[in-house]
């Protein structure tokens, strides 16, 4: 199985959601539970629902293969 980097993490959140800053630690050092902390104004005037979806999107076929669990944190720029 191809385990990602926290920083594959990273690049893949800030490639897909528009102006996104990501900061991503590995859990448990296993390469497959994430924290995430993300902020964009994407984010803006959506539901709390809609904003994990974003993140979930972008991290695409790897949240049902090599990523077992994330912990996402939002945040909108002022």
Same mark, same amino acid.
């Given at each position: 199985?191809?385990r990602?980097? $926290?920083?594959?993490v990273?690049? *893949? @959140?800030?490639?897909? @959601?528009?102006?996104?800053?990501a900061?991503?630690?590995?859990?448990?050092?296993?390469?497959?539970h994430?924290? #995430?902390e993300?902020s964009?104004?994407a984010?803006?005037? *959506?539901?709390? #629902?809609?904003?994990?979806?974003l993140?979930?999107?972008a991290?695409?076929?790897? *949240? $049902?293969? $090599?990523i077992?669990?994330v912990? #996402?944190? @939002?945040?909108i720029?002022?």
């Amino acid at each position: 199985m191809n385990r990602l980097s $926290t920083d594959d993490v990273k690049q *893949l @959140i800030e490639s897909n @959601i528009p102006n996104a800053e990501a900061a991503v630690s590995d859990l448990t050092g296993t390469s497959d539970h994430f924290r #995430i902390e993300v902020s964009s104004p994407a984010f803006r005037d *959506l539901s709390r #629902i809609d904003q994990h979806k974003l993140v979930h999107a972008a991290l695409g076929e790897h *949240l $049902t293969t $090599t990523i077992h669990a994330v912990d #996402i944190k @939002i945040s909108i720029p002022a």
